[in-house]
Each structure stands twice: as C-alpha cells, then as structure tokens.
C-alpha cells in the first residue's frame, strides 16, 4: 500500500454522496483534499469537519463542471500551493427522470450530458497534463453499472455513463508510456441524493428506490477509491464493479417484503 499522505486528492461534486465521503475518507489518509461542487456552503462545512476532525488540510472553490471556461479559469487560479493534483476523482454527475426515451425531457438530457460527459472532458483537460508534466497522477472517474447494462428508462443516463467507461478506457490508451494510472469504479445502488436528483426533489418516490433491500453506503464506494488511489505506482486497477449483495444486475433486485 502506498500512503496517500500529503498526495492532493481533487473531488468534484464532493458536496453530497459518494464524493463528500470520498473527501471524508481522504482526509483520514492523510491526504489534502481540493473540494469542488456548486453548493459552496456545503464544501465549506465539509472543510470545517475535516479540519477539526482529522485535523486535515483542505481547499474548496464553487465550480459547475458544465461551464468549460469556468473549470479552466478555475483551475489554473488554484493557490500554488494546491496546484499539483496527485489525483483526480471525477465524481461529480447525476441522473435526470426515469422517462421512456421518447417521451423524456431535452432539458434532463442536455444536463446529464453536459454534466456527466462534458464536464468529465473539461476537468479532466484542465488537470491531466499538469499530472504528465510532474511526472504523477491518477484519474478515477465514477461510472457505473448502468455504463455496462443498460435498464428501462435509464437511455440516456446509461448513455453517460458508458461514455465515461468509454472515455475511462481511451484514456488509459492516450496515457501509455507515462506513469498515469486510469480507473473507473462503477457502483449499483448507492443510497445518496442521486434518486431525489434524478426524481426532481420528489422524496417519497426517491425513498422507494431502496425499500427492502440494504444499498451500498457511500463509504462503501469512498473506500474502494482510497483503495485503488493507494496502491503501488505499478499497479493500476483498471475498473471496478460493486453492487449491494442483493442486486445481481441493473435490473434484477431482491427486495424482502
Ligand atoms: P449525489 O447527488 O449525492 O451527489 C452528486 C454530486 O455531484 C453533488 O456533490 C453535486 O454537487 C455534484 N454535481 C452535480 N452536478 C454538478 C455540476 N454541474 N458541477 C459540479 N458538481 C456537480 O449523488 P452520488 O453521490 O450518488 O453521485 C456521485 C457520482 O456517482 C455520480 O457521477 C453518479 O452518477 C455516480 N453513481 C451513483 C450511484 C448511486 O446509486 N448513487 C451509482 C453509480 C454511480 P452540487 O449539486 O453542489 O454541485
Ligand atoms: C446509478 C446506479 O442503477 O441507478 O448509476 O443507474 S443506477
């Protein structure tokens, strides 16, 4: 295990779920986090937690990965201090609807797109090749199950996220011959605000998705990363896949009761 203390460890969306436990359990590594969402106030509470908790040194700035020149000006205006990212987590994302595809709405498509395959893009253009010119880095994108199956409703969502498998396995191609390690960690069911996300606040709807089964936490998915981030520089864990024990498939779930 190689240790990630004083490694910069960059998480977008750690605002909520998988990447706010992600920067939790980085933290207690040892490692300095930079933290980015568009809730500010959420990152800077985080912050606060951490610091007083593992005593951690932690950076935040707002930033919506959808807007290209805002992840570049945003990037490049990191304090020197926090501008050598060991590794990035593209973890910001999210699902709009459960619509048929021909009755579902531009404007939750235009997001997911933008949000979990464009933003992906610009973060990661912004950030890999200072990782190159250092000499160190590794990229762990959030992908999914739903990039390996696909399931009613889930078109374009499913659409994303094997883009970001796509992308995940071109960039290990792009990145041979320098030491860069590419991962891609690809959960089932993860109990955050990702159901209230993809139902538009509507809770009790968002409440069932996970009745009678137990969910992956997010710190299930948190310590996968922290995993795959500490191996030796020789290793690279290319993918991935976990699922609660009751979920065999995208659409196959045992639900008691
Ligand atoms: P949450 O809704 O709890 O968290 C999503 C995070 O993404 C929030 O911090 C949110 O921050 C951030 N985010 C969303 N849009 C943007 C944006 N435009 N710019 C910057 N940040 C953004 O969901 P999860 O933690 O579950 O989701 C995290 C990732 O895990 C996603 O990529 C998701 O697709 C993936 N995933 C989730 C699974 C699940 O079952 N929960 C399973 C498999 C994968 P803010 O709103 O403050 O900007
Ligand atoms: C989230 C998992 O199955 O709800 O990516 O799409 S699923």
Same mark, same amino acid.
């Given at each position: ?98 619509? @048929? ?59 994303? @996220? ?10 290990r191609l792009d990145l041979v011959g320098t030491p860069l390690r ?25 409440? @069932? ?46 639900? @008691?009761?």
């Amino acid at each position: 295990m190689e240790s990630l203390r004083d490694r910069i460890v960059f998480i977008t969306g750690a605002s909520s779920g998988i990447g706010r436990a992600c920067a939790r359990a980085c933290a207690r590594e040892g490692a300095r986090v930079l933290m980015a969402a568009r809730r500010l106030e959420r990152l800077a509470e985080l912050g606060a937690e951490l610091k007083a908790e593992y005593r951690a040194d932690v950076h935040h700035f707002a930033l919506d990965v959808r807007r290209q020149p805002e992840v570049e000006s945003a990037l490049a205006a990191l304090p020197p201090g926090w501008q050598a990212i060991d590794i990035l987590v593209n973890n910001a994302g999210l699902s709009r609807g459960l619509d @048929k595809l021909h009755e579902g709405l531009l404007g939750d498509w235009e997001e997911m797109i933008d949000t979990n395959v464009k933003g992906l893009l610009y973060v990661s253009k912004a950030v890999i090749p200072g990782m190159i010119a250092r000499g160190r880095g590794h990229v762990i994108n959030l992908g999914s199950i739903a990039g390996h199956e696909v399931y009613p409703g889930g078109n374009v969502y499913c659409a994303t @996220k094997a883009a970001v498998n796509a992308l995940t396995r071109a960039l290990r191609l792009d990145l041979v011959g320098t030491p860069l390690r590419v991962t891609t960690v690809d959960p089932g069911m993860v109990e955050t605000e990702f159901s209230l996300v993809r139902f538009h606040g509507d809770a009790r709807r968002a409440s @069932k998705v996970y009745q009678g089964l137990q969910p992956l936490t997010p710190d299930d998915i948190a310590e996968v990363i922290v995993f795959c981030a500490s191996r030796p520089g020789h290793v690279n864990i290319g993918e991935v896949i976990l699922t609660p024990q009751a979920q065999a498939s995208a659409t196959l779930v045992h639900r @008691k009761n």
